[in-house]
């Protein structure tokens, strides 16, 4: 029963292709999380938000990752170039605040770059 | 920054029984902790999450405890049942941006 919404569940692309991918918060919260959790059920954090300013992107988002959070339109990650090492399950999380509430998880999409 | 570790990697139990997956961090400024619940194809469900002043949390059939002097914090299924079959993962705030540090996973089985 996630309330935070992201589509597609499922993404297939050839590689140099682009990858894009929606998520819708839970209603009220204002900060924006995106994960990607490899095959071996490694977490690795992307990007976050609060509203529409972005917190924290690790380097590799800085390149080929591009994400924002529009006001009153869905979040979106968009990879510009797919490559293999790219196939993973991509998390969006939104939470009340930045500090003291657990972010609550969406579905993800499943990326597959052949 | 943060380590996490968390074992086991596999746990297979009989319904009901006990199961308990236990964590480990490094940053004793760790403000909380949490514990999700991933299924097969699925994302991520938060069981329960405990901040930093709390030594003990239960809720419907789960129990967190937080030892901060140790740094650890375990996650025990009182009885658990073959819904329970699952991944499960701790995770802990790291940083001032909620960005949290997850554990490796434990793959737990319920057994009939």
């Known amino acids: 029963n996630s309330k935070v919404i992201q589509t597609p569940r499922y993404l297939v692309k050839g590689q140099g292709q682009k990858a894009k991918m929606r998520c819708i918060p839970e209603?009220?919260?204002?900060?924006v999380f995106w994960y990607q959790q490899n095959k071996n059920n490694e977490f690795k954090f992307l990007i976050n938000?609060?509203?529409?300013?972005?917190?924290?992107q690790i380097d590799m988002t800085e390149k080929r990752f591009s994400a924002e959070c529009p006001s009153n339109s869905p979040c979106s990650l968009e990879i510009q170039s797919s490559e293999a090492g790219d196939s993973a399950l991509y998390l969006c999380?939104?939470?009340?605040?930045?500090?003291?509430?657990?972010?609550?998880f969406g579905e993800g999409t499943r990326l597959s770059v052949l | 920054g943060e380590q996490v570790e968390q074992r086991p990697p596999h746990l297979s139990v009989r319904e009901g029984d006990s199961a308990i997956i236990i964590c480990t961090y490094t940053?004793?400024?760790?403000?909380?902790f949490s514990w999700y619940k991933q299924e097969a194809g699925a994302g991520l469900q938060l069981l329960m999450s405990v901040l930093s002043n709390v030594d003990r949390k239960e809720e419907q059939g789960l129990t967190v405890l937080l030892n901060k002097k140790d740094k650890r914090l375990s996650l025990n299924l009182t009885a658990a049942h073959p819904g329970d079959s699952a991944v499960y993962f701790c995770?802990?705030?790291?940083?001032?941006?909620?960005?949290?540090?997850f554990g490796a996973g434990t793959r737990l089985a319920v057994c009939p």
């Open positions: 940053d004793s400024a760790t403000a909380y």
């Open positions: 938000f609060q509203n529409q300013e972005v917190l924290q």
């Open positions: 995770a802990v705030k790291s940083g001032s941006f909620n960005k949290l540090t």
């Open positions: 209603k009220g919260h204002p900060v």
């Open positions: 999380a939104s939470s009340l605040s930045r500090g003291g509430q657990a972010p609550l």
